[in-house]
């Protein structure tokens, strides 16, 4: 008997290493700092505003791209923080997270025979994303400042690499600013460059900003969609998810001209519907957050970033510190593992830690053999129970 035949596409990727990571935590009773989820409490004004929606009946299907108090809160939020005036009624699409955001823009824009660039180190969605949209991903890759030595700061392309991989077949190229999992912010000089090339050869740049707001560094988060020119080819993926501690209520949006957001609101239409309307009520309240919230999220997220990176060095890693979002790359060549997966699966089965192996951001495993990634969005409890098990991978360097 013939076994029933599934696409080629998706044999192309395998499932979420991430996610897999966190179902090993939790069968080995493991401290979970693989997954990018904030292990604390969300603002009690964000969750009363949830619980308070539900309580109003608004229960039903809001408007498929978008209940309209959320697309106006997202449009005021652009002008407070941007000086950008965009139409909610034309340019925002809600959609059920970024994740959604990103597949469905990508879907809107590319066709088969396209070529999607997309930086390397990456989230590991973007490859897929580009695959079930019919086009195929081109890599470039950011190397840390000082490649030659683990621990060097930042992480950077080199523009001739970039602009050789754009041709006549580019539609659009993925940047993820503040970076997972490098950590790294793409400043105003090299969006500019890659804004050239956009511009050059008629290219959309699609841009996941979701940590826009977990920046480290003066002079902190730059919008693509801010530069000359940009506005009317960038489309600006954002969530409450990661700012608001609510990756599980699947709230994102993507804001583009006016013509490729009714692309994007097609394909969104039949791929989810719409977002959890109770949740969107909720959001809206979020977004008219004050500055100090905001300040205080930064200043959070820099000091368990500072404690992990001294846990991490501490024990044998060599980190590669982040200026932005909330994850710490590490290079493993102090311990002797054949390589990442046998380091991971080590730590998690042995230790009691939980982390990512570095092979699943890179389009060739091999390249990511010695790396290892680490969140630090957890509480301080859940970083003290990691560094109590982490002392006995010490004895190893």
Known sequence: MTRPRTSAKAARFTESVIREMTRLALRHGAVNLSQGFPDFAAPQAVKDAACEAIQADINQYAVTWGAKPLRDAIA??????????????????????????????????????????VFEPFYENYGPDAVLSGATPRFVRLRPADSG?????????????????????????VINTPNNPTGKVFTRDELNVIAGLCRTWDVIAVTDEIYEHIVYAEPGHVSMADLDGMAERTVTI???????????????????????????????????????????????????????????????????????????????????????????????EAFGFPDDV??????????????????????????????????????????????????SLAARV
């Open 238 to 332: 954002n969530s409450i998810s990661k700012t608001f501690s609510v990756t599980g209520w699947r709230v994102g949006w993507a804001i583009a001209p006016p013509d490729i957001t009714g692309a994007i609101r097609k394909v969104h239409d039949f791929l989810t519907v719409g977002a959890a309307a109770p949740l969107q009520a909720a959001a809206a309240l979020a977004l008219g957050t004050g500055d100090e919230y905001f300040r205080e999220l930064t200043s959070t997220y820099r000091r368990k970033r500072d404690r992990l990176m001294g846990i991490l060095g501490g024990v044998g890693f060599h980190c590669y510190e982040p200026q932005g979002a909330y994850y710490i790359m590490t290079d493993i």
């Open 76 to 117: 005021a939020d652009q002008v407070r923080r941007h000086g950008r005036t965009i139409d909610p009624d034309a340019q925002v699409t809600v959609c059920c997270g970024s994740t959604e955001a990103m597949v469905a823009t990508l879907m809107a824009i590319v066709d088969p025979g396209d070529e999607v660039i």
């Open 149 to 173: 030595a683990p621990g060097g700061a930042g992480w950077s392309f080199d523009p001739e690499e970039l602009g050789a991989a754009f041709n006549d077949r580019t539609r659009a190229i």
């Open 342 to 391: 046998a380091l991971v699966r080590h730590l998690v089965t042995e230790i009691g830690v939980a982390a990512v192996p570095g092979s699943s951001f890179f389009s060739d495993p091999a390249d990511g053999r010695r790396h290892v990634r680490f969140c630090f969005c957890k509480k301080d409890e859940t970083l003290a129970a990691a560094e109590a098990r982490l002392t």
